[in-house]
């Protein structure tokens, strides 16, 4: 395990600019008395060509470059700590070069099948929710990432690790659905071909189950992957490891998660931390059987990672009958190997303190 911190100037009193969509930029432009064709080489200059310094912007001209430069800072986000993996997986605690102090993590993931490089994202600061199994919820919930500051956890991971990823997952720290209109703006901008131009079906949006915004995003047409955090196939199971049944019985959000497939005529995916003595038995596989039968999904199991009260991570042998018994259900199921246990960068073990 190898830690570096990279030493950046918080570059104070400046508004950072990432985060702006095209239009917002045209009218900035606008206000500053420019022509709208000027928006559009900000719009590239940011997201596509990630330049670090407005001196790269070189079809811009001095003077609107000596405006900008007075006003906007190009990066929102300032790296406070950097981990290696002996597995290669990388984890990044950046906080807002704005000085708030509130930290948050993500993780590069290049170890996956097919030179899948992935990179793992946070929507906010801590999470309200209270998934018993997840060092998240341990933290106090500190507010929603802003658009922005999204979008730059993946710049500035690729702009470190020089490489760039071909998939983004937003499964790092917090609920994406509770951010719904900063999420789907950063997503937005990752999908554009004009910004970083990846393909919609490379970004993954991950829920614990709020309902409402799976209806919300099925209405909107948002065309992303959408996961589903399902880890108990049944209500009373999974209220004792989730709080969000509470507000969002199970019924309710299999029956969104079957309108979600219908409309979009898109699979689902469904994740499933397994845990011995709580979400394991041959009563559970049979019920996550009848589950996956009833529309067209995939299932992402994930051992446990932390150990909290008592639980243990699943052996072998454990995971191997459990995956044997869901098998009728007839659909893919993966296995996830969840890297970076070393620098707590795993499904599950985002904590940064503040
Ligand atoms: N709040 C969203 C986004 C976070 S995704 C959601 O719940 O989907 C984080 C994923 O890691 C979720 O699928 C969660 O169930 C899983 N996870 C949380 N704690 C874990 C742990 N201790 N071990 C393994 N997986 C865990």
Redesign the pocket.
Known sequence: MNEIVEAESARSGKTPIKGHTLEELTELIHGLGEKPFRAKQIYNGLYANRYESWDEFTTIGKDLKNKLEEKFSLSPLKVAKHLKSVDGTQKFTFESVSGSGKEFESVWIPSGDGGRKTI?IS?QVG?T?N?R?????KLPYQGNLKAGEIIDQVLQVERIVGDKATNI?????????HNYFNVMRAAKLLHDSDAVGLGAKRITI????VVNGIRRFIENREPYNL???L?HPDPNGRKEIMDIEEKFSLPELLDAAVDYTKAMKRRITF????IPGVNMSPEDAKKLVKIARRMDCKI?V?????E?FGWRRPTREEVDEFLRLLEPAGVPILN?R?PGKDING?????AAKS
């Open positions: 793992c929507s999470c929710l998934c199994f997840c060092a998240t919820a997952v937003f499964m790092g720290m917090g609920e994406p659905m991950s829920t614990s189950g996961a589903i955090s880890n994740e499933y931390v397994m992402n994930i051992p446990l990672n932390t909290f996830r969840s795993a499904c599950g073990m985002l």
